[in-house]
């Protein structure tokens, strides 16, 4: 009797580690099941929405370390694009901005270039994406929706 009272703690303590182990290794897995997706690459067929300028941006973004998302959309005139951020690096927003529109700009020369972290910015793109995708937008709607996503970006919270 005495070696049960002796090992009784050891092993209770064993069997608690073991279900803690278990259960954070199925949380691990669920995580990546869901995982949003990173980029959308909006392909679209009609020469007047064309999105290859978008997409190639968004893919220059991602390589950047601290970029986890980003969403964009173009006209033939205006490349705006939203990204997310780890969140350790959510204290450096307006330097991310900064150096993500600097990058592109080299690489687009032709276009406006608006870059935010903002994340209603963020879900607005993603809706015009989505539309885009779908091909429910046309040009001038498309034009429109960028001048008033320009307008959310200059609002100040």
């Known amino acids: 009797m005495k070696i049960l009272y002796k090992y009784l703690p050891i092993a209770v303590f064993l069997l608690v580690i073991n279900t803690i182990a278990h259960g954070c290794q199925n949380a691990n897995e669920n995580d ?4 949003p997706m990173a980029v959308r690459h909006v392909n679209v067929q009609n020469e007047k929405t064309d999105q290859a300028a978008a997409n190639k941006a968004k893919d ?3 390589e950047k370390e601290e970029v986890t998302e980003v969403r964009g959309a173009n006209s033939k005139k205006d490349l705006i694009l939203a990204v997310q951020v780890e969140q350790f690096d959510r204290f450096r ?4 901005e900064k150096q993500s529109k600097e990058m592109l700009k080299k690489d687009f020369p032709g276009y406006s270039i608006e870059v935010s972290t903002d994340q209603k910015i963020f879900w607005e793109l993603d809706k015009l994406e989505k539309r885009l995708e779908n091909k429910k937008i046309s040009d001038k709607k498309l034009k429109k929706k960028l001048r008033h996503i320009k307008k959310l970006m200059k609002e100040k919270p």
Request: no cysteine.
């Open 32 to 35: 990546t099941q869901n995982k």
């Open 60 to 62: 220059k973004l991602l």
């Open 93 to 96: 927003l307006k330097d991310i």
